[in-house]
């Protein structure tokens, strides 16, 4: 077959003075990983990055399937991210993961949780602020967590995005509307253990064994939060004092709660391909909140969803190939 791997470009990473947590993550490693692997399976296979001419490139190429890898969409702006799998339909070239509709309703943390609290989905109560001068819902309680409403990968998450009174509000509200420009996400911070759960498939659906961040080796005065450090400087104290856990070390009955939460959000969202969840879990009061729905996660060798699929007995290859397969099968 011939297979295009669609990547984030990393020339605009170094030129576009809007995208400020870049270290880590600017490379096209996962790309060039994915290739090695399709190329061995002897597939054609190119590596373009997004760029304006993205289109006209696929036009002429005509591949048999897209390995779609764009997680910053066209001029690193992740409120593009979505128009690139539109192109893929447009073109009618079958292609991994999820399709427009399902990117651009998740990139939008604050629809997001909508669409989870009118599905009886719990999610931490939140309120998005256009401005500094807006007025904090008296349902909600400190501690809080601020966070850009469109960014993902931990991006502009930070130890201090955890605020406990009005006056650290204001200020994270503040960081977010100038550095990020765009509203902030506040939503209460729920102090308890985090899992990922990774979900694969079309219509018939595998979930993954569960990863937990295990928070117990952090200080005392550094919130419990999968800040950007903590996700992809590995050089960082913050890195190597989270470990993940995988398969966590739960009962069966929150696995299966889990799981079938899991499996729900795939099907409201109209996922397909492959997505992670953030979820934490209170227990206290023994109740799980989705926190996030990612439908374009990290699949690199050491991300999450490949770890989690070693777990299960599926090598990288067997994972990039079982992507590829369920991209060909979808029904759209």
């Not at 807006?134 to 309680?141: F, V």
Request: proline share 5%; charged share 30%.
């Amino acid at each position: 077959m011939k297979i295009i791997i669609v990547a984030r470009n990393i020339k605009g990473f170094e030129n576009n003075t809007n995208q400020i947590d870049t270290y880590g993550r600017a490379n096209i490693d996962d790309a060039l990983a994915i290739k090695k692997i399709l190329e061995a399976e002897n597939h054609e296979v190119k590596i373009f990055e997004v760029d304006l001419d993205l289109f006209e490139k696929l036009k002429t190429e005509k591949p048999d399937v897209i390995f779609n890898l764009a997680d910053d969409g066209f001029y690193d702006n992740p409120r593009l991210e979505p128009h690139v799998a539109a192109i893929f339909d447009i073109l009618k070239i079958p292609y991994t993961g999820n399709n427009y509709f399902t990117l651009a309703l998740c990139q939008n943390k604050a629809r997001t949780k909508e669409i989870l609290a009118y599905n009886g989905i719990p999610t931490p109560k939140w309120q998005v602020f256009s401005n500094t001068n807006r007025k904090l819902n008296s349902e909600l309680n400190f501690p809080l967590i601020v966070k850009p409403v469109y960014e993902d990968g931990s991006v502009g998450i930070k130890e201090r995005s955890v605020v406990k009174n009005e006056e650290e509000l204001k200020e994270q509200v503040e960081h977010i509307l100038n550095v990020y420009q765009q509203e902030a996400l506040v939503e209460e911070f729920i102090d308890s253990r985090e899992f990922n759960v990774g979900v694969i498939g079309n219509k018939k659906l595998i979930v993954l064994p569960i990863a937990e961040i295990d928070f117990s080796e952090l200080p005392p005065n550094i919130p419990k939060v999968v800040s950007y450090r903590a996700k992809w400087i590995k050089q960082s104290i913050i890195f190597k004092k989270t470990p993940v856990i995988c398969p966590a070390n739960i009962d069966e009955g929150l696995k299966n709660q889990l799981e079938e939460i899991a499996k729900k959000c795939f099907k409201i969202f109209g996922c397909s391909g492959y997505i992670r969840l953030d979820i934490r879990y209170d227990e206290k009061e023994r109740k799980i909140y989705v926190l996030e729905i990612n439908p374009n996660p990290d699949i690199s060798e050491d991300g999450g969803l490949a770890r989690e699929a070693r777990e299960r007995g599926l090598s990288y290859k067997d994972l990039i190939l079982k992507i590829i397969d369920l991209a060909l099968k979808r029904e759209n």
